[in-house]
């Protein structure tokens, strides 16, 4: 069997049921779905879940890495960071509590390029990539194999 890209958005909306998952699940998608045929065939899915959940630190970060690099040229755009970011937001709608200076997705790439951007040129290399992501705490965790969500602070409402 093989899972579409809406039957793949379905699930998304299963697990986000209080945001809008349809761009976040839609890039995603594509990455899973390696040989770009429109499905995600058994084999893409299973390969796509090792590497997500039992992968290390590395493979993740590359795996995170093709996510972003929206137009496969091997870097990221804050245009790119853009689109994923926002497509973050809108899917975890008001769950987290976020930092002043990351409650819009603006503020949040604006940020991550302060901190990944090692050259100024205003895109991420790979390694810039994977360098940055290893600085911050919050992605190392969420990448991690030993993820806790319990150290996620929930919104108050």
Same mark, same amino acid.
């Given at each position: ?56 630190? !590395? ?5 995170? &890495?093709?996510?972003?690099? =929206?137009?496969? #040229?091997?870097?990221? +755009?804050?245009? $790119? ?49 994977? !360098? ?5 705490? &919050?992605?190392?965790?969420? =990448?991690?194999? #030993?993820?806790?969500? +319990?150290?996620? $602070?929930?919104?108050?409402?």
């Amino acid at each position: 069997g093989s899972l579409s890209k809406d039957d793949f958005i379905r699930i998304y909306q299963q697990f986000f049921p209080q945001g809008n998952p349809t761009q976040f699940a839609t890039h995603v998608f594509k990455v899973f779905d390696s040989n770009s045929d429109g499905c995600i065939s058994f084999k893409e899915f299973i390969v796509a879940l090792s590497v997500t959940s039992k992968g290390s630190l !590395d493979e993740k970060l590359d795996w995170a &890495f093709s996510l972003y690099d =929206l137009d496969g #040229d091997g870097y990221i +755009s804050s245009a $790119e960071m853009l689109s994923i970011v926002t497509s973050i937001y809108e899917m975890i709608g008001n769950m987290l509590h976020l930092p002043k200076d990351e409650d819009t997705p603006q503020k949040r790439v604006r940020k991550i390029f302060m901190q990944m951007d090692q050259d100024n040129d205003g895109r991420l290399t790979k390694q810039e990539f994977k !360098d940055g992501s290893k600085m911050d705490s &919050f992605i190392v965790q969420a =990448l991690s194999i #030993d993820y806790d969500q +319990s150290k996620i $602070e929930p919104k108050k409402s």
